[in-house]
């Protein structure tokens, strides 16, 4: 083939923020992904708050061209993934963002009270 393959669709990233071992979470991530057929990205980041800091990561799904979904799916899989993640770093919260909205979703007893 001389000349390479281009194919577009629409751009569509969701992106799960969470706090813990990025090591552990790539070793969890990768499980899913075996298991769904999925490719992400995971990126360290540190989160700075009022009164202190801790490590964390962020994980990326995009609209991929060359297994292209509908937006409502790969959010689905963004919250699968979160849902799935989570007890195993041992968190509490993470947040889903998105082009239309970012949710926040949190197990603390006293976020339910603040509601």
Not at 63 to 84: M, S, T
Request: aromatic share 10%.
């Amino acid at each position: 083939m001389t000349e390479p393959l281009i194919k577009g669709v629409p751009s569509y990233s969701v992106s799960i923020h969470m706090a813990g071992d990025i090591q552990l979470a790539k070793a969890v991530i990768g499980v899913f992904c075996k298991d769904e057929g999925l490719c992400v990205t995971v990126t360290p980041t540190t989160y700075v708050y009022t009164g202190g800091s801790e490590e964390g990561f962020r994980v990326g799904l995009i609209n991929y061209p060359r297994f292209p979904k509908e937006p409502g799916e790969i959010r689905d899989v963004a919250e699968r993934l979160a849902q799935f993640l989570r007890p195993c770093l041992q968190q509490q919260s993470y947040c889903l963002e998105s082009p239309e909205r970012t949710l926040w979703v949190s197990w603390r007893p006293e976020d339910a009270v603040a509601a």
